[in-house]
């Protein structure tokens, strides 16, 4: 009852963050029941799995794709929040309206980059399938005119989330989930890889429209009076930017390799149908660090508005709550893996047999993911990265050494899971204890980068 009486506590004293996250719940409940639902429907548009398989190996290659953004995004995100907690319009255009044009010169980068690589590329081999050529060579030209589009339009979650509208942010993903999910229950007439090419067109433009639209409403509605224009290019401020966004940059590209290499390695290492099998195990316990970010996005907005004004001690109380959260959390991973087997039963039917043991190791990578995340959340929100950069770049130079030995010791792909969660813990214990004591200091000018 003690921490019931805490937690609400701090709810009543935190009344617009505390609505923020209610409303990213309820979004995301909702994102999590409609990816439940795809995963079934996934398994029977595909008469091949092998397909299936190579589908989501392409989907974590986007996610590769999308991370190029230099940290922008997240350097906007922090250097707009800390305008808009200090009143500042003008300084708040120009930091828009940079990142608008810093974004267009990486689209345009990226763009040239694949059109230059993609070609050259066996990707029959690459990707470990017998889909033909051809049938890639589409899929692959719908997808680069879709990532070019997507990576200048999704500059609009960055500042949404800087205005502390992550309920609006987060409702973009679930229509573009719902529009996916209109095309999986509708007739597709074709063989398995005319499907392919039609789900990477509905793909594509379900993850543009929403970003598009929202862009629209947002810079004719509410921001009309700081919309992006050649007028406000500052070099000096697309620098900042730039400079904040560099350290982001090098975690990212460490959580690429991290988080978006698993399918790969599973599809070269034990092929396509393991990805399958892996996919649906990640799909279920995923679910516990995407809970938690229910919590962390709003919580990282709102500590660098804190941060930019001293507040230090309530920092203080909403990490010791986010470690509550991951403890609990923690046991729901727990309890989930023992009643796998019923869970399988009744998501996937009978067809799918669980196993407890995979269920096991994928509780143990979930719990150490959300408590790294509770550090690294604070810590963004106070651009203190410098811990989480090092130990995320050196996690990523272990991931495929480590994966190798794994997969030796234990030739199946479970291996690939348990490489994965061995090199997350020095991460988590690090960046808990660097933020721990950053965080004993009294006064900001104390607190160590």
């Known amino acids: 009852m003690r921490c019931i009486d805490k937690i609400m506590e701090r709810i009543r004293a935190n009344k617009e963050l505390s609505t923020s996250i209610v409303g990213v719940v309820l979004l995301k409940g909702a994102s999590i029941l409609i990816a439940f639902i795809m995963t079934p429907m996934y398994l029977s548009f595909f008469k091949d799995q092998g397909i299936l398989g190579v589908w989501y190996t392409l989907q974590s290659i986007l996610v590769w794709i999308l991370t190029f953004d230099f940290g922008v995004g997240n350097g906007i995100r922090n250097k707009l929040g800390t305008a808009i907690s200090n009143k500042d319009a003008s300084e708040a255009r120009k930091i828009i309206s940079s990142g608008y044009m810093v974004f267009g010169a990486l689209m345009v ?171 649906l195990y990640y799909r279920l316990y995923s679910m516990a660090a995407m809970i938690f970010t229910l919590f962390t996005q709003p919580v990282w907005s709102e500590i660098t508005v804190r941060y930019a004004k001293g507040d230090l001690q309530w920092i203080r ?43 096991l190791i994928f509780s143990v990578w979930s719990i150490v993911e959300v408590f790294t995340y509770a550090g690294t959340c604070i810590a963004n929100g106070m651009t203190k990265l410098k811990c989480q950069m090092v130990f995320t770049l050196g996690a990523a130079v272990a991931k495929i050494p480590v994966t190798i030995a794994c997969a030796t010791l234990l030739p199946d792909w479970i291996s690939v899971v348990i490489a994965h969660t061995i090199i997350l813990i020095p991460l988590m214990i690090t960046q808990n204890v660097s933020l721990s004591r950053q965080l004993r200091s009294t006064h900001q000018s104390s607190i160590p980068s």
């Open 109 to 279: 980068f990226i763009t040239v980059l694949l059109a230059c690589i993609v070609p050259f590329i066996n990707w029959q081999k690459a990707l470990n399938t017998s889909v033909g050529s051809n049938v890639l060579d589409k899929i692959l030209l719908i997808t680069l005119i879709g990532i070019a589009l997507q990576f200048f339009f999704k500059l609009v979650t960055s500042i949404l989330m800087a205005l502390r509208k992550n309920v609006v942010a987060n409702a973009l993903p679930i229509i573009t989930n719902m529009l996916i999910l209109l095309f999986l229950l509708s007739p597709v007439s074709g063989d398995d890889e005319e499907k392919f090419v039609s789900l990477a067109v509905v793909y594509s433009v379900a993850t543009i429209l929403p970003l598009l639209v929202s862009t629209g409403c947002l810079f004719c509605g509410p921001l009309k009076h700081i919309r992006p224009s050649w007028k406000y290019w500052d070099t000096q401020m697309a620098k900042s930017v730039l400079k904040v966004g560099g350290g982001f940059f090098a975690i990212q590209l460490g959580l690429l390799v991290l988080n978006s290499t698993n399918q790969v390695l599973i599809n070269l290492l034990f092929g396509g149908e393991a990805v399958v099998d892996y996919t």
């Open 317 to 359: 109380k909403i990490y010791r709550f986010m470690i509550f959260i991951a403890g609990v959390i923690s046991g729901g991973c727990l309890l989930v893996t023992g009643l796998l087997p019923f869970i399988f039963q009744l998501w996937l039917g009978e067809n799918i047999v669980a196993s407890r043991w995979i269920g």
